[in-house]
């Protein structure tokens, strides 16, 4: 990663973050300027920034610290990437642990789902997700789980590319159904919190278009809700030879972007359409990199260019 040019960039097709054994967390988004990978330059400072978001037209990085010292409070800040303008915000009422947050599609809101709604430190909850407007900071409850729950995981939130629904997953337990917990999907409507859908045995990944939500479950690798129809559907990704690990990484303009971990090589990133047969590269990286944040507004994945972070060759 050290050999990536270092700058600022305006817009970004993409961007995550990778924790460097020597030079610590590094940044690495995708200039749509000129569609080169770089290291971005003007970072927040807080220590260890995480990427948590980034806006459908590439221009706003939403960032969380993996290591605050006052670990009662969750310290955000959305940095303007044109201006290099930072907005701070402070979520006193959801802490680090069992937190999950997003930035929606138009830089304006975070969705930050969390076990907030706890009677007892050490008693059982409920899943909430809240709205928080990120020019004024008022926070707004948009839904609670109808059901308490002792296991609280909050494993993930992500908007649709329109805004209008925002998918979430969170840990369930219930001891009429089995004895042990489980990851569930839930697609609320963010106008009026309304849940729509509800998979148990589920996790999200990203949403392929505005309707159809990429989910993950055990077998088969992966499926598809329609959010229209309520309909699944499952998709088949075949491993390449060769390959020790790997799973979903996101989702956009109908395209499924998979990672793939091989022995002693590098990771290689790679996209695919809903048959799960129109394997394409993308990019691959020898450090392995966080959560991958895509913006949906910008250049297709396959204007990409295939770069390799990290020794600059091509995929």
Not at 270 to 286: A, E, K, N, Y
């Amino acid at each position: 990663m050290g050999d990536l040019p270092q700058r600022r960039a305006e817009r970004t097709r993409l961007v995550f973050d990778c924790v460097q054994s020597v030079e610590g967390v590094a940044v690495v988004g995708v200039d749509d300027a000129d569609g080169a990978f770089v290291r971005l330059e003007g970072l927040p400072d807080m220590p260890d920034p995480r990427v948590c978001g980034l806006s459908s037209d590439g221009t706003k990085i939403l960032f969380n610290s993996s290591r605050e010292f006052d670990t009662s409070l969750t310290r955000l800040c959305l940095l303007h990437l044109p201006t290099g303008d930072e907005t701070w915000r402070e979520l006193t009422a959801h802490t680090p642990r069992d937190t999950a947050i997003a930035l929606s599609p138009d830089g304006g809101s975070i969705a930050v789902l969390s076990d907030a709604e706890r009677e007892e430190a050490d008693g059982p909850g409920r899943a909430c997700l809240d709205v928080v407007d990120i020019a004024s900071g008022t926070c707004e409850r948009l839904w609670t789980s109808p059901t308490q729950s002792w296991s609280s995981w909050e494993c993930g939130v992500v908007w649709s590319p329109d805004g209008q629904l925002i998918s979430i997953t969170h840990m369930c337990f219930d001891h009429k159904a089995s004895d042990d917990d489980w990851e569930t999907v839930v697609v609320i409507d963010a106008a009026t919190g309304a849940a729509l859908h509800r998979l148990d045995f589920h996790g999200h990944v990203g949403w392929l278009n505005n309707r159809d939500l990429l989910t993950w479950t055990f077998d088969p690798e992966v499926t598809v809700l329609d959010t229209g129809s309520g309909a699944l559907r499952n998709i088949e990704i075949p491993w390449d030879p060769g390959q020790s690990s790997g799973g979903t990484a996101g989702a956009l303009h109908d395209r499924i972007v998979v990672y793939r971990g091989f022995n002693h090589g590098p990771y290689a990133y790679v996209q695919t359409d809903p048959s799960g047969q129109d394997i394409r590269p993308l990019f691959t990286t020898d450090v392995p990199p966080g959560d991958l944040f895509l913006a949906s507004d910008t250049q297709p994945l396959d204007h990409l260019g295939q770069a390799r972070p990290g020794t600059g060759s091509a995929a």
